[in-house]
Each structure stands twice: as structure tokens, then as C-alpha cells.
């Protein structure tokens, strides 16, 4: 299955990006969502932190693989949603992504962000 080895990979790759946290110590959601928005942009993704319906949610406005995700989209996106869960699962944060909308217009994509013991 493509699509869940290309969510693994992404999720080796988030657990590999640097804890924000000194060890042993928890962060908090917007610690934890600041420093995911930093990672993005870093890794090239042009982030921006959005608000709807008072929930907290990162557009991301460029994607570095765009050329190749236009046509293999069912391997690219997985893989950037594998990234930001392995990061959060990695930095033990309260904030998990639980799906990503690709491309809901031309420049931006929408990972749908919950707090841990929630759902919607």
C-alpha cells in the first residue's frame, strides 16, 4: 500500500525533527503548534497560523514538492501528514494532525489539528 508506507516514511522523518522541549519537559498546545508553524517553514511549506470557529489551524501555503504531489498526490501528502504526526508524537505534544485537506485551493493545504482526548 503506497499511500500508508508513504505515511510511515513521513512519520520516521517528523520523529527525527528536534524536540523544542528540554527533556522531560511537556509542552503545552500553542507551544507545540508554534514550533510545528517553525519546523514548516523551515522545511520550505511557507506556514500561517489561521483561527476558525476558535479552533487553532496552520495553513500551508507552498509545498516543496509541488510538481511531483500534482501528479502523485496518494504518496507526497501522506508523507507531509507523516511528517507533522511524527513530530508531534515525537515531541510527546498534546496537539495530534489528524488528516490533511490537500490543495483545498490552488496554494494551500489544510492539516485539521485536535487536542489530545478530543475529537471531532
Not at 9 to 27: D, I, N, T, V, Y
Not at 41 to 48: Q, R, S, T, V, Y
Not at 66 to 90: D, F, K, Y
Amino acid at each position: 500500500d503506497p499511500r500508508a508506507k508513504a505515511l510511515a516514511a513521513g512519520r520516521a522523518w517528523g520523529r527525527q525533527l528536534e524536540s523544542p522541549a528540554p527533556h522531560g519537559k511537556k509542552m503545552g498546545a500553542k507551544e507545540s503548534i508554534d514550533h510545528l508553524v517553525g519546523a514548516l517553514d523551515e522545511l520550505g511549506f511557507a506556514p500561517e497560523r489561521r483561527e476558525s470557529g476558535g479552533e487553532q489551524q496552520i495553513g500551508l501555503r507552498h509545498c516543496p514538492f509541488l510538481e511531483l504531489a500534482e501528479t502523485r498526490a496518494s504518496v507526497v501528502c501522506p508523507i507531509h501528514l507523516g511528517l507533522m504526526q511524527g513530530a508531534l508524537e515525537g515531541w510527546e505534544s498534546p496537539v495530534a494532525v489528524d488528516r490533511l485537506d490537500a490543495f483545498v485551493e490552488p496554494d494551500l493545504c489544510l492539516p485539521h489539528l485536535t487536542l489530545e482526548g478530543t475529537t471531532r
